[in-house]
Every structure is written in structure tokens, then in C-alpha cells.
């Protein structure tokens, strides 16, 4: 059974970090490419991150861009998602998927994100 399973999130200040992990079971992480997405309230999902296959190459939001770092722990079947620097419009629910592209069938529960004064 594919699982995918985020946790990390939080409530934390303007300019703090967190780190987002995303576990997953029911299949071979090593060259799957897992993608973060996140959802506002009142807005549509959109695409944050993702690291893509054999290669680990990194693809970011240009409104994450130099903040946001997506990498992929092979052992511990786990892509994390480094998150500094943190704004107010980064609050939102993230999510991570079996794919870059929004059109995966599997996907993890999410995880909220809060950043307020």
C-alpha cells in the first residue's frame, strides 16, 4: 500500500525555519520524484518544489526560490523540504505527492504551516 506521510509543520514567526518531512512507504523512493505542493485557504494548490528521479535534480517556485531546499534521504525513505526564512504568504497546508505534477494519484494528508507575528 503507497503511503506518503508529512510532518514538520507548525506555527512560527516571520524569518523562522522549519523543516518539512515527507515518508514514505509502498514503494522505492530511490528514483520515484516526490513533489511539495501547498494550498492556502481561498487559493488554488499550487506547486512548491520537487526533486525528480535517477538524477535528484531540483525544481522550486520562483516564490520559494533561495529560501526553499528539497532533498532525499534514500535510507530513510524521506524527502525533506528546508524552509527558511519563512513569510507570512508561505502559510498554508503542504502536501507532498509520488510526482512532480499535480496529476499524482498518491498523496500525503498534509501538514499546516503557520506563519504569524
Known amino acids: 500500500q503507497v503511503q506518503l506521510v508529512e510532518s514538520g509543520g507548525g506555527l512560527v514567526q516571520p524569518g523562522a525555519s522549519l523543516r518539512l518531512s515527507c515518508a514514505v512507504s509502498g514503494f522505492t523512493l530511490d528514483y520515484q520524484p516526490i513533489g511539495w505542493f501547498r494550498q492556502a485557504p481561498g487559493k488554488e494548490r499550487e506547486g512548491v518544489s520537487c526533486?525528480?528521479?535517477?538524477?535528484?535534480?531540483?525544481y522550486y517556485a520562483d516564490s520559494v526560490k533561495g529560501r526553499f531546499s528539497i532533498s532525499r534521504d534514500r535510507a530513510k525513505s524521506t524527502v525533506y523540504l528546508e524552509m527558511n526564512n519563512l513569510k507570512p504568504e508561505d502559510t498554508a497546508v503542504y502536501y507532498c505527492?509520488?510526482?512532480?505534477?499535480?496529476?499524482?494519484?498518491?498523496w500525503g494528508q498534509g501538514t499546516q504551516v503557520t506563519v504569524s507575528a
Open positions: 505527492a509520488a510526482d512532480c505534477s499535480s496529476n499524482s494519484d498518491y
Open positions: 526533486i525528480t528521479g535517477s538524477d535528484d535534480g531540483t
